[in-house]
């Protein structure tokens, strides 16, 4: 029988406290069964492998930061909705740089990947309808937005701004170059 209290939900949250603490590299079944407090087999009752750990900790990352691009830009539109999407990936890299580093940039296939993904990738291609681009022009201004967060965010939590001058501003003027970037002359 499985322990009481302990489910494949509980197995990931242990997961993603590890992550958050240490690392992704950290991340092993024996460190989530220490966390979970039973033995190393009692997992398998709950997930089949460390790949199925690694798999259901990226759907909880996707789908975490799904949610918070989707609260982000609701009721949104245009430049605020862009410049809430852009501030809300960056705070939640900055704020789980640990659990954001342990995300597959390119998953392989699995329905529940591919369905989270495409749950963040709508949310982010919805934003940028506003700006009546073809369907080539969204991939490609979305591919912008996704890489430009994901770059500033992963430099900032890993300490990659050495310079004195202050990150927000920063951010804001990258920010403000993308939304310049998608107004058609």
């Known amino acids: 029988m499985p322990r009481a209290g302990l489910s494949p939900n509980g197995v990931v949250d242990a997961a993603i406290a590890i992550?958050?603490?240490e690392g992704p590299a950290a991340l092993t079944l024996s460190a989530v069964a220490g966390r979970a407090g039973v033995q190393t087999p009692?997992?398998?009752?709950?997930?089949?492998?460390?790949?199925?750990?690694?798999?259901?900790?990226?759907?909880?990352?996707?789908d975490e930061l799904a949610e918070r691009l989707g609260e982000a830009v609701l009721g949104r539109s245009g430049d605020d909705a862009v410049r809430a999407i852009?501030?809300?990936?960056?705070?939640?890299?900055?704020?789980?740089?640990?659990?954001?580093?342990?995300?597959?940039q390119a998953p392989d296939p699995d329905p529940r990947l591919e369905a989270a993904s495409g749950r963040l990738l709508g949310i982010i291609l919805a934003t940028?309808?506003?700006?009546?681009?073809?369907?080539?022009?969204?991939?490609?201004?979305?591919?912008?937005?996704?890489?430009?967060?994901?770059?500033?965010?992963?430099?900032?939590?890993?300490?990659?701004?050495?310079?004195?001058?202050?990150?927000?501003?920063?951010?804001?003027?990258?920010?403000?170059?993308?939304?310049?970037?998608?107004?058609?002359?």
């Open 42 to 62: 009692s997992l398998y009752k709950h997930v089949r492998n460390l790949a199925e750990l690694r798999r259901l900790v990226n759907l909880r990352v996707l």
């Open 128 to 185: 940028l309808r506003a700006y009546e681009l073809d369907d080539a022009g969204l991939v490609h201004a979305a591919r912008a937005l996704r890489s430009t967060a994901h770059g500033f965010a992963i430099l900032e939590a890993s300490g990659g701004f050495g310079l004195p001058q202050d990150l927000e501003t920063s951010y804001e003027l990258l920010i403000q170059m993308v939304v310049g970037g998608l107004h058609r002359d």
């Open 19 to 21: 992550v958050d603490a």
């Open 86 to 104: 852009m501030r809300a990936y960056r705070s939640y890299v900055v704020d789980h740089p640990g659990r954001y580093a342990a995300m597959d």
